[in-house]
């Protein structure tokens, strides 16, 4: 066993052994000195400590020392009533301090018992109070704060992890402190009854069992009583003391001296004003006048020293950000780092903040989790990191979702409120705050918790504000997934894919085709919603096809026809009959006709009249489509279908093209109108 568990477990042994073994006088003596010894450590220590979990152990530090201060007083109590001698230090604090006087040394004693028990006690234990409700109120904010940071890369997961276990140490210690101040209340109450068990039951003790008269017993047994009291109330002051200044403690970077002294000597015009002051009092009023006099020169002329401190200081800091800034301009790394975009972010108010706060139970970062697992199944690319950040700049209930750095969607929620849609059929309405979703911009309107369970049986599509956010991320997600897919990205994809297929990847790259041409392929797929999963069938039409033509958008056509059956798996499901748009043959010849082929790729020349008369005849015939209640899907020839998707994705950005070439063969297809003019 180490020597201080020894000392320890002796401190508290002996605490309950002077509850029930009497002590000699002398013994007592000591261990009332050590009492006051260890109040002024406790009361330097948290004086001098720099932050306030500096002295983490202070609540069970609080509970041995009054255990221990009540033990001396049960102890000191048995001396006085059975023998009239409880020591040295307990006579000494009763005559010295009360200056010989009764009086005196009732009043000194009263004040003392007032002080700790009505400001110190009592202010230290409301702080505590408040401290330990904020400090667990301001804990989500502080995690958000911490993963946005670790986040944004600017600390590390090391450093994240001591300052989340930081945290919950700082909302440890301040409840601790909340009800380790309920000891030192109950401390100043107990010494108040142990007082007057002394008083009455000294003087009890001295007129019946010592024989001694009314005056002798109130003099004798007042001054030890007081003796008492003061021995055991002022190391408990100092304890209060500590208590108290240990849960205002506000700074966590220098000790409570220096601020002090920067605080209250920092600003030259008060002290000319105090100065002043003093100066005027010693001149008018019959106050001491040197001494006025003396108070006031000091404060002027510590006022104009500490003026021209700070003129000093404030050129060497201007100089000194000059220099730092021509520095940080001469610093490539420096701006290197601020040009980093992230690919996405959601920004959120801070009345969104509880859905991504897990302590809250929030799940919206288990949500963007699944997401991108989602968006990897579905269409075969990795999502890449999505940032989650609250921006005070935003409305309370208002997100902005951004691709590299620049907005493309936003929404506004309301907290405590579900989303309510009618899904077409619904023929009685409810009552709520009208709005629109936000990915589709569909009308709904938002109903109460109260109100959800009725909405159902009704027939509404009832959503909650996290599902809200994330279903909205995942259709921006899906249609921004092209932008999103880098070189790098591809690389890790071909890599992953060269593991088992070493002789395609050896074949196709980089001798058929490089990564920037296999990308932009990919990045055709994705932009029309293709999921590119397969790509062991995308990478073998490329090494196919890339021999004949290098033209990734011709490339584009060949890949979609051999992934047919996910096309036709995606459009026309079960093989249910599906309705769709047809073009006409002799407009397709006029497509192709005006198509022009150059270095760079084919492109259009369609006179601007005759492509407006197209778009107006497609969206006549998508306008039928619509009012059956279907997608709008239009089947072209292959030659023509990616000329007339470029043509056309301006004005219908969810209009579907395929080719009868990306079809499968058991797929029933019904027109029900075709594009001419």
Request: proline share 4%; hydrophobic share 45%.
């Amino acid at each position: 066993m180490r020597k201080a568990d020894m000392m320890l477990g002796v401190y508290l042994l002996a605490a309950i052994v002077m509850f029930i073994v009497p002590i000699p006088s002398i013994l007592l003596d000591v261990l009332l000195a050590l009492n006051i010894g260890v109040a002024l450590i406790i009361l330097f220590d948290a004086l001098f400590s720099k932050e306030a979990l500096s002295m983490s152990s202070f609540p069970t530090l609080l509970l041995f020392t009054t255990i221990f201060r009540i033990s001396l007083n049960v102890s000191s109590t048995k001396l006085i009533l059975t023998t009239g001698n409880p020591g040295n230090v307990v006579s000494t604090f009763g005559s010295f301090v009360g200056g010989g006087s009764l009086v005196v040394g009732v009043i000194v004693f009263a004040i003392l018992v007032l002080i700790q028990f009505m400001v110190i006690n009592k202010g230290s234990e409301r702080v505590a109070e408040v401290s330990a409700r904020f400090t667990l109120d301001a804990m989500p904010g502080k995690q958000m704060a911490i993963d946005a940071d670790l986040n944004t890369g600017a600390i590390t997961d090391v450093q994240a992890k001591e300052k989340r276990q930081k945290i919950q140490d700082e909302a440890s210690f301040f409840g601790a402190m909340d009800g380790a101040t309920k000891y030192v209340k109950g401390d100043a109450i107990a010494g108040l009854i142990i007082t007057f068990v002394n008083l009455f039951g000294g003087l009890f003790t001295g007129m019946v069992m010592q024989g001694l008269v009314l005056n002798e017993a109130i003099s004798k047994y007042t001054i030890l009583t007081i003796g008492d009291g003061l021995v055991s109330q002022i190391p408990s002051l100092l304890i209060s003391l500590s208590t108290g200044i240990l849960v205002t403690k506000v700074s966590k970077e220098a000790d409570i001296t220096a601020i002090l002294v920067e605080q209250l000597f920092s600003i030259p015009k008060v002290l000319y004003l105090v100065g002043a002051s003093m100066c005027f009092l010693a001149v008018v009023t019959p106050l001491s006048t040197p001494i006025f006099l003396a108070y006031g020169g000091v404060f002027i002329a510590v006022g104009y020293t500490i003026a021209s401190k700070i003129g000093v200081k404030e050129i060497e800091e201007e100089v000194n950000a000059e220099e730092e800034e021509a520095e940080e301009i001469r610093r490539p790394e420096n701006v290197v780092s601020l040009l980093q975009v992230d690919p996405i972010e959601l920004e959120f108010g801070y009345g969104i903040i509880p859905l991504a706060d897990v302590n809250q139970g929030g799940d919206l970062l288990d949500r963007v989790v699944m997401i991108r697992r989602q968006v990897a199944l579905e269409l075969g690319c990795v999502v890449p990191m999505i940032r989650l950040r609250d921006n005070i700049q935003l409305n309370p209930n208002q997100y902005v979702i951004k691709i590299k750095g620049v907005p493309v969607s936003e929404g506004e929620i309301l907290f405590d409120h579900y989303m309510a849609m009618n899904p077409g059929y619904v023929e009685e309405e409810i009552t709520g705050i009208p709005t629109f979703e936000p990915s589709f911009h569909l009308p709904a309107i938002w109903i109460t918790e109260s109100q959800r369970e009725r909405a159902e049986s009704m027939g509404y599509t009832v959503v909650d504000p996290p599902s809200i956010i994330a279903t909205h991320l995942t259709e921006v997600i899906r249609s921004h997934l092209d932008e999103l897919l880098t070189r790098q990205d591809v690389q890790n994809l071909i890599n992953n894919v060269q593991e088992a297929n070493s002789t395609l990847i050896g074949e196709l790259v980089p001798k058929l085709l490089g990564v920037g041409e296999i990308q932009k392929v990919l990045q055709n797929l994705l932009r029309e919603g293709i999921s590119i999963r397969d790509l062991i069938t995308i990478f073998e039409t490329l090494a196919d096809y890339a021999p004949t033509t290098r033209d990734t958008d011709v490339l584009t056509e060949y890949a979609r026809q051999n992934l047919r059956r996910a096309i036709s798996n995606k459009y026309f499901p079960n093989n249910e009959m599906t309705s769709v748009v047809t073009l006409d043959p002799q407009l397709e010849q006029e497509i192709m006709n005006s198509v022009k082929q150059t270095e760079q790729g084919a492109y259009l020349t369609l006179d601007p009249d005759k492509k407006q008369q197209i778009v107006n005849a497609l969206q006549t015939e998508i306008t039928k489509l619509e009012d059956l209640g279907k997608n709008p899907i239009v089947i072209t020839s292959p030659i023509v279908r990616m000329y007339f998707k470029k043509m056309t994705e301006e004005y219908f950005k969810d209009l579907i093209v395929v080719s009868y070439n990306e079809i499968e063969s058991n797929v029933e297809l019904q027109s029900v109108g075709m594009v001419t003019v």
